[in-house]
């Protein structure tokens, strides 16, 4: 093997390690949603009614195999690696790989998706994407698969962004994205448990997510954290109470289909198309 030969071997074989690391990471994410689902089949936090819970499970499910081949064909991911050759100048750049690095891209990704969370709901043309999400009117583990294929592919673009801005690795954000599946599928477990309040002060945990599904406007414009719920205290966009209802009261999506031209019309569409229906007789 000659001394030009070896950089590029030894940087291949980091490749596939990563490859493999993020593969067994995905996993495990996996089991962690089975054992979620279980959990919330033996002791549920609220009840929702057969037909909901149902409706649920196979939408989101259904959701999540659609987006997963509709971005592997157009091989989205490969995107981060795009952004990767555009990297070297971002803040964490001339620092060497490893935990230090680590830790603070994870800091600085979970920070920048509560950003993107927060614009998602202030902004029209992103909820109209987003909103989707929220019309789950169940409040389970399977509802951390509930997203439309364009807000998703959004948010991957931002993400890039944050490759080149930062200076990470692809790798690394695509390992930090699957811990966050991790806290995803948790946060959005219909549990509640000891101590939640105190665990709660550091990581978001279903009982502050489950305000974030709340029916009223007022109410889910909040608690935007994916890990850390300091943003929320930061930025005072936290709140704390138990909603009454779950869900989007005007949107109704019962099926994937629905679910995905969900997107395309919005609560002005809505209200505008109420007020010209005529009014019976009082």
């Known amino acids: 093997m000659s001394p030009a030969e070896s950089p590029a071997l030894l940087a291949e074989a980091s490749q596939q390690a990563s490859l493999l690391f993020n593969e067994v990471l995905f996993g495990l994410a996996m089991l962690a949603f089975a054992v979620l689902m279980v959990m919330e089949h ?3 936090y609220r009840k929702f ?6 409706e649920s499970f196979v939408t989101n499910t259904t959701a999540f195999l659609f987006n997963n081949v509709i971005l592997t ?3 989205a991911s490969s995107l981060f690696f795009i952004a990767q050759r555009f ?3 971002g803040l964490l750049s001339e620092m060497a790989n490893g935990p230090l690095k680590w830790l603070l891209s994870f800091v600085l990704f979970d920070f920048s998706i509560y950003l993107w969370h927060l614009v998602s709901h202030k902004y029209e043309w992103l909820w109209r994407f987003h909103k989707v999400h929220h019309s789950d009117k169940s409040f389970n583990v399977s509802t951390g698969f509930r997203f439309h294929v364009f807000d998703l ?4 673009l931002y993400k890039c962004l944050f490759v080149m801005i930062i200076g990470v690795d692809a790798y690394v954000v695509l390992a930090i994205e699957i811990i966050e599946l991790f806290f995803i599928f948790f946060h959005h477990a219909n549990l509640a448990f000891k101590y939640e309040n105190l665990i709660s002060q550091f990581i978001i945990t279903p009982s502050l997510h489950r305000v974030h599904h709340s029916a009223l406007r007022k109410e889910h414009d909040s608690n935007y954290g994916i890990v850390l719920s300091g943003w929320d205290k930061l930025f005072g966009t936290r709140k704390e109470l138990v909603p009454e209802k779950i869900g989007l009261d005007t949107i109704v999506a019962e099926n994937f289909l629905q679910l995905f031209f969900l997107a395309f019309v919005t609560e002005r569409h809505i209200r505008r198309l109420l007020q010209i229906i ?3 007789k009082k």
């Open 73 to 75: 064909a157009l091989r």
């Open 42 to 44: 033996i002791q549920p």
């Open 278 to 280: 005529p009014k019976g």
């Open 49 to 54: 009614t057969n037909k909901i819970s149902k």
């Open 153 to 156: 592919f959004l948010e991957i």
């Open 87 to 89: 990297s070297g100048f």
